[in-house]
């Protein structure tokens, strides 16, 4: 598993698109990305030696508007995995009625291994090689794994110095200080809470005191259970790459973020026993939080879990297959494309504030956010109950119909 990532996420795209019975030569475009950047983003190491990493940009589709989506630095990058994860930003972006289409890029270092000034050195050179292909009106970039908001500040200066003049709009996720949005930081891990909190409503489970647990605690993870736990939700256990931590009686989460500041991992959180992700899966909890990255849940462990509700806050951190057992056990799967959605509507926020150089206070982002992601989770709730779907098929309808919706619109030209 792992490979070929993107032929399942068109196998979605297909069923879908019968369900509502969309013409097939039209949906057949969405199974082929616009296209696929390669470059080879050279490094001169601090210590003198030349180093070449590749960098990847992957635009899914367009019809809808820009194209947008993430920047990872991963030693690993599977190229079929950008493709897939291109491919959902598209979906994702249409669940939320964005005017933006998707896309997905990555440069394949090892931030863990570089210096600061060797990470800026790789972000303006992988913006100078890309430079022809992005832009606030053509495919802009924003924070994924590895990336933050001081390498987006990077690419925005190195593309307004080679333009001339400050271009805020060609990335989003920035620093507030250089036309970043207020409350985009932990805009993902708001969301995560806002959809999480409906959907344990409609399940009649009563918020106040309902368990959580959380494998992965980055940005998504860590705010996610920051958002949850101040709503009344008990969070059990948490995980990261370096080992995972359990408390029956509940964590600490102000706590538990400080010592992950400080330590880099939630490992050894003083008064929590260790535990591995598989104990995590097999808990018996109201919420799983999946945020670590893709193919977390899959067709192999989905049997273990033992979630009223998962989560699906990592781009394809449930794979189809296990998305398609776990309903038929009956178990509530959020997907990505709608629940880890608040990252890229606080993007579209930012990039709307941009274009009109006139921002917003912290109050009206978390209020629009909620509306937005509100209005998404009324709008997939309302197709499953139609069709009579799981939400992760009916929110795939909802994305499909809205894309080829446009294409249809524009055409084929010439
Ligand atoms: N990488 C994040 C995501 O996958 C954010 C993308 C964005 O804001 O463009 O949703």
Known sequence: MGHDYFKEVVKDIKRAAKIIGLPIDHVARLAHPRAEIRVAVPLVRDNGSIEVFTGYRVQHHNAR??????????????????????????????????????????????????????????????????????GPKKDIPAPDRGTDAQFMSWIMDTFSTMHGHTITGVVTGKPVEVGGTRGRKDATGRGVMFITRRALEDANIPLQGSTVTCIGFGNVGSFAAHHLARKGCKVLAASDRHGGIHDPSGLDIHALREWVEEKGTVKGFPGAEPVTDDDILAMDIDVLVSAARELTVTSKNQAKVNARIIVEAANASVT???????????????????????????????????????????????????????QAYDDVNAIARERDLDLRTAAYVLSVGRLVEAQMRRGVWP
């Open 65 to 134: 508007g820009p194209f947008k989506g993430g920047i990872r630095l991963d030693p690993d990058v599977k190229p079929d995995m950008l493709k897939a994860i291109a491919a959902i930003m598209s979906l994702k972006c249409a669940t939320m009625d964005i005017p933006w289409g998707g896309s997905h890029g990555a440069i394949s270092c090892d931030p863990d291994k570089l210096s600061r000034g060797e990470l800026e050195r790789v972000a303006r050179r992988y913006t100078y090689m890309l430079l022809p292909f992005i």
């Open 320 to 374: 189809s297959k296990a998305a398609s057992a776990l309903h038929e056990r009956g178990i509530i799967v959020l997907p990505d494309i709608l629940v880890s959605a608040g990252g890229v509507t606080a993007s579209y926020f930012e990039w709307v504030q941009d274009t009109s150089s006139f921002f917003w206070s912290e109050h009206e982002i978390a209020v629009r956010l909620r509306d937005l992601m509100l």
